[in-house]
């Protein structure tokens, strides 16, 4: 049997990740040696204002963000206030001199036509308040696939080459972090188109054949028969459900059970399924659709066309920081090739729940989690695959 491999084309580095990566490697230092010097204490303290920054920004480019965001970046630059603005309007305004609010979005017409940072002093900034310190700016570019969306005004009494730089470098720090947050929304919108092709993608014949074997049942058997319709009417709904992108372990396969109750309405004896499940798994936060679509794919395209009886074992198993779910049959297995290809997604196929759920599965927990296939014609097929138990910003959805 040989195993197949998915190798992405792309690697995502996240610049959030290194900052606190620093931080905490300057933290750890400063514990147990103390800092050096005044430059190690200065280094730490804006890598730890940026990290705080950052976790607002995740949100993209909006008013709140804007605000929660402003007063770490006011830090961060030492100026006497600092102002964001969208290609729309000025978002935020973070210290002193928010009298000048008024003129902040104007002032920054000549960065968002050429992309430049751009210096103002006191012929374009005026003030009749003597106690106000502002009578300067530097305005720098936000900047997402070549487009500039925003800006970002440092203000200050006297503009200087060195708070100009910084504007500049904050800026450009900025905009990584929108354009993270905009891969973020990114791919959860790809997740959730994935959702609904593969909802779609429920088989018209599975439907038919449920139904069918239902029918067959309401006049030899009519307590079976609705019971067998409540089953099908619950998995429909769960599988169609408008909920999130993620379930319990625990849901998934009491669809499963769901789904292979019908199945075994129609195959009777001919289909043997166990499932082998430890306890502790079974809190477990999955994609939504995991697991049902490879079972669906082993008892269609595995056992479905084998003579005599097929078995089919669904296992969730314990292995430290992660749980292990495999679906193993002994039907008629496959070309190691064919799986690749529908894998990599090369060309359409009418096993569209292996690819999509590997690529969830790849997009979620990162590419080592993607799905594992061992496999052979004539030597049944074996799918699994790795969740961790604790991954942070992924959980069950109510």
């Not at 309007?89 to 050429?114: M, Y």
């Amino acid at each position: 049997m040989t195993g197949s491999i998915h190798w992405p084309t792309a690697v995502l580095v996240a610049g959030t990740l290194t900052l606190l990566w620093i931080s905490w490697l300057l933290l750890r230092r400063s514990r147990r040696r103390g800092f050096l010097s005044e430059v190690d204490r200065a280094t730490y303290a804006t890598l730890h204002t940026a990290s705080l920054a950052s976790q607002h920004l995740a949100d993209g480019l909006t008013p709140d963000a804007a605000e929660r965001a402003g007063r770490h970046l006011l830090s961060i630059l030492g100026a006497h206030a600092v102002s964001l603005s969208d290609t729309g309007g000025v978002l935020s305004w973070t210290g002193v001199g928010e009298h000048h609010r008024g003129v902040a979005f104007n002032l920054g017409d000549e960065t968002r036509a050429t992309g430049r940072t751009v210096v103002h002093g006191s012929t374009r900034i005026t003030c009749d308040d003597d106690a106000c310190p502002i009578r300067a700016a530097v305005t720098a570019p936000l900047v997402m696939d070549d487009l500039v969306v925003g800006t970002l005004s440092a203000w200050t009494e006297q503009p200087s080459p060195g708070l100009a730089k910084a504007t500049e470098e904050v800026a450009a720090w900025v905009s990584s972090q929108l354009a993270l947050a905009e891969l973020a929304r990114t791919r959860t919108r790809v997740m959730e188109a994935e959702l609904r092709a593969l909802r779609a993608q429920i088989s018209p014949h599975f439907i038919y054949n449920s139904l069918a074997a239902i029918a067959s049942f309401v006049r030899t058997d009519p307590d079976r028969a609705r019971e067998l319709l409540i089953d099908f009417a619950d998995f429909t709904r769960y599988s169609l459900r408008s909920g999130g992108a993620f379930t319990t372990l625990a849901e998934e396969l009491r669809n499963v059970e769901r789904y292979l109750i019908l199945e075994q309405a129609r195959f009777g004896d001919r289909l043997q399924t166990s499932l082998l499940i430890a306890p502790e798994v079974l809190p477990v936060t999955v994609p939504y659709l995991a697991v049902q679509p490879l079972v669906e794919n082993a008892v269609r395209h595995g056992l479905a066309g084998k003579e005599g009886i097929g078995r089919l074992t669904i296992t969730a198993a314990d292995r430290g920081p992660d749980a292990e779910i495999s679906i193993e049959d002994d039907g008629i297995g496959a070309d190691p090739q064919r799986i690749r290809t529908i894998l990599d997604g090369a060309h359409a196929t009418d096993s569209v729940g292996l690819g999509n759920v590997d690529a969830r599965l790849r997009q979620v927990y990162g590419d080592e989690f993607g799905l594992v296939v061992e496999t052979a014609p004539g030597a049944g097929t074996k799918v699994s695959f790795r969740v961790p138990k604790f991954a942070p910003g992924i959980h069950a959805d109510g």
